[in-house]
Structures are given as structure tokens and as C-alpha cells.
């Protein structure tokens, strides 16, 4: 595949344009991510795929071997495991927050302590997640605690 | 740690209460506090579990601990002389469920002590953002 590079003036907007055969070609939607500068991960709905940006991730759960991304209104059924959201999250705001559970700590309201020992994080949906101990130390990590 | 002291304060206030005149013979009194300290630590791996415990679970967990704490401590004190009598294993069992509750009651402090420290973080990046 030939591949051109222009350099241009401060002046001009940047621009990527791709000539391919196949808009909805794997490699494509890559050339997209990457130029966005947005991870995101498929997930299912209703028999309809929907690509999600990690940035609209609340929280991905495993129950039952079966993946779940959750936004802020809605549940899509993804096919990753757990440890590929892992690899896919590295270096973002989401973290491993319990043994079932990887939490987006941008979507993170406030933390209680909870009686079982453990926290429990409130997010801006009011929903309630569940912190283990052991991961609170990658959250006050993460915020630089 | 945590539990090493915990048990040191409760054996601290039943000599002070039952028998204050004692006279204790260090290593072997260490040596059985330490005893203790281990069955304590160990019988934590009631809490074990491959997912994450519901908050139910938990509740049953904790009961169950407290019951084994029980059925192993209250002997084996009963065996090096901690308690003798009837109402002397009352007060015992007593001391080994304040322990427990004492136990979860630090934890909570500092679990309460952290979740501050996290919502003021969070709350600082919150206005450094609207800024």
C-alpha cells in the first residue's frame, strides 16, 4: 500500500484522508481510532453492534463468564475477558477495582467506606460499585494520593 | 499487627479486671499470644473466595469466623489456664467477640480515613477541570 505523508503550514488544519476499497475495512477503523486518539471497545445490544469509546465506559463486569460494558444508561454484552479489558484500559483512567470489575475513575462521584470492609464508590449515574481493598490502592494511586 | 495488639488489649484489661495482681512469665505468655495471633490470621481464609463476596455473603462469612474463633480459642485458653470457670468462658467468649468487633471497627476507620482522602482528590480535580 503506498503511503504519503505532506507536510503542511501552522495555518492549515491537519487532515487524514484514506483512499481504500473497503470503508469498514479492520485496518480503516484502526487508521480512525488512531486519529481520534480514542480506545474503544464493541459491544452488543439488542442484536446491534455498537463501538463504544472508553471514555463513555462507567464499568466493564464478568459475571458468569459472560462481559458486560456498562455506560451511563445502558448494558452492551462485549466478548473480551476480563484481562483483555485489562490490557485495553492500560494507561487510561480505568483501573481493576474488584475481582469481577474494572471502574472508569473519571465516572467516580465520591467513596464511602462500607461495613464489609470493603468501599463502595458512587458514579455519576448513582450507581453503586463496589472497591475492594486491595485495588484502593491503584485508585489513590491513579489520583496521585 | 493489628490483631497482635487487639488480643494484647483484651488479655491487658482481663488481668486488670480478674486478676490484677499476676505476675506473667514472659516468653511462654508471648509465645501464646503469638499462638493466638496465627489461628486468628489464619482463620481469615474463611473470607476466601474466587468472586467477589456479596455484602450477604459477607454477613455469613463474618458469623462463621466469629464461630470458629470460638470453637478454637475457648479450648485451647481453657487449656493453658486463661479461664477455669463457667462464667469465666462467658466473659473469655466475650473478650473474643469484643476482639472482632474491634477488629472491623479499626478497619472501618481507616477505610473511612481513605475514602476521605480520595473524595477530597477527586473533588480538587473536579474544580481544576471547571477552571
Not at chain 2, 488481668?15 to 489464619?42: D, H, K, Q, W
Not at chain 2, 473470607?47 to 470460638?70: G, N
Request: aromatic share 12%; glycine share 6%.
Amino acid at each position: 500500500m503506498k503511503v504519503t505523508v505532506e507536510q503542511i503550514g501552522r495555518e492549515h488544519e491537519e487532515e487524514l484522508i484514506v483512499r481504500c476499497h473497503d470503508p469498514g475495512a479492520s485496518w480503516v477503523e484502526g487508521v480512525r481510532e488512531a486519529a481520534s486518539g480514542q480506545r474503544t471497545v464493541c459491544g452488543w445490544r439488542e442484536n446491534t453492534l455498537r463501538r463504544l469509546k472508553l471514555s463513555e465506559v462507567f464499568y466493564f463486569e464478568v459475571v458468569d463468564d459472560r462481559s458486560f460494558v456498562y455506560t451511563q444508561a445502558e448494558v452492551f454484552e462485549a466478548k473480551e475477558k476480563l484481562y483483555e479489558f485489562e490490557q485495553l484500559c492500560a494507561g487510561s483512567a480505568l483501573f481493576r477495582c474488584s475481582k469481577s470489575m474494572i471502574l472508569n475513575m473519571e465516572k467516580i462521584d465520591y467513596v464511602r467506606p462500607s461495613p464489609s470492609g470493603r468501599f463502595e464508590a458512587v458514579l455519576s449515574n448513582g450507581e453503586k460499585v463496589v472497591v475492594s481493598r486491595k485495588y484502593v490502592s491503584v485508585l489513590k494511586r491513579m489520583l496521585g494520593v | 499487627m493489628t490483631v497482635y495488639g487487639i488480643i494484647m488489649l483484651c488479655t491487658f484489661f482481663m488481668c486488670l479486671l480478674f486478676n490484677p495482681a499476676s505476675e506473667l512469665p514472659v516468653v511462654t505468655f508471648f509465645g501464646r499470644i503469638m499462638v493466638f495471633t496465627l489461628i486468628g490470621l489464619l482463620s481469615l481464609a474463611v473470607y476466601y473466595s474466587k468472586e467477589e463476596l456479596t455484602v450477604k455473603s459477607w454477613w455469613i462469612r463474618t458469623v462463621l469466623h466469629l464461630l470458629l474463633l470460638e470453637a478454637v480459642l475457648l479450648p485451647l485458653a481453657h487449656h493453658w489456664g486463661f479461664w477455669k470457670s463457667g462464667p469465666d468462658a462467658w466473659i473469655y467468649a466475650g473478650f473474643i467477640l469484643l476482639a472482632k468487633v474491634l477488629l472491623h471497627l479499626v478497619e472501618y476507620g481507616i477505610n473511612a480515613k481513605t475514602a476521605s482522602q480520595i473524595n477530597e482528590k477527586i473533588r480538587k480535580n473536579r474544580l481544576e477541570k471547571r477552571a
